[in-house]
């Protein structure tokens, strides 16, 4: 499976007498783990095929618990399905352990007197923007990165002592099968480094552990795979710090809001 996209990866999950069994290649690896957007969106994806005729994803919250394997496995359970709102957890494990665990709320449409957008700032075309990770520094990221196709609009590149922690990308599949579809948005939403990194003047291992992703769109879509991405380091204090994140499509709405939690060991 090693030249194999997202997509890939998701369809081929097995249903076992422990849960939905994973394969995940070693070139989606994130040092000791499974990167954390594969991770996550392979909980997604146990979801979907353990219940079916759910209503759109509005909102995962996301508890990076421990190193995720090459073969996790996945189990879900519906905490509470509403009138309108579905709330269902999945877990991944290695072995007995819990490695992962998101909940999903899942919610219908409703009409509603509010209506309000966010745009996207101004950028070049994906076309028109040079690759994020020069050529002369591919072998030092994290193998998973290679898996994306991922464009620099603004900010800092990791360890170049910044005066802010902000990174602003145009970002897809590598995979064309991969595009398309929540589970791969959720997959490729996690794909830039922390917003911490950008400030920091020497390397050091970072670690994400929460993450909260909410959906603003039935379907989210955009044009030739291409996602406009951001992260915005808010606030860095006892090696701990928190950031905002955004995806924007194609046409600059406003898709994916997030907050993620993570842990800095430098």
Not at 40 to 57: E, I, Q, T
Not at 58 to 84: C, K, M
Not at 165 to 183: K, L, M, P
Not at 195 to 216: D, E, Q, Y
């Amino acid at each position: 499976m090693s030249d194999f996209g997202f997509k890939d990866i998701a369809d081929a999950m097995t249903q076992t007498a422990e849960g939905l069994q994973a394969q995940i290649s070693e070139n989606w690896r994130q040092g000791r783990t499974a990167y954390g957007g594969v991770s996550a969106a392979l909980a997604l994806a146990a979801v979907n095929k353990s219940h079916l005729d759910l209503p759109p994803l509005r909102s995962a919250n996301v508890n990076f618990i421990g190193p995720v394997p090459e073969v996790p496995v996945f189990r879900t359970e519906v905490l509470r399905q509403g009138r309108n709102v579905t709330v269902v957890e999945a877990k991944g494990y290695d072995g007995e352990a819990p490695v992962v665990s998101v909940t999903f709320c899942f919610g219908a449409s409703r009409d509603s007197d509010l209506s309000v957008g966010f745009p996207a700032p101004d950028a070049p075309s994906p076309e028109k923007c040079e690759p994020y990770t020069p050529k002369e520094y591919e072998a030092f990221v994290p193998v998973f990165f290679h898996k994306f196709d991922t464009r620099f609009i603004e900010g800092g590149r990791p360890v170049t002592a910044q005066d802010e922690g902000y990174i602003r990308v145009w970002s897809r599949h590598q995979h064309e099968g991969s595009r398309d579809g929540t589970e791969s948005l959720f997959c490729i939403g996690d794909v830039l480094p922390p917003g911490a990194l950008p400030m920091l003047k020497r390397p050091g291992p970072v670690s994400s552990m929460t993450w909260i992703f909410n959906i603003l769109s039935d379907n989210p879509s955009t044009e030739d795979g291409w996602w406009q991405i951001e992260t915005r380091l808010t606030a860095a204090h006892g090696g701990y710090s928190s950031q905002v994140m955004r995806v924007w499509n194609s046409s600059g709405e406003l898709i994916a809001e997030g907050m993620q939690s993570v842990a800095i060991f430098v």
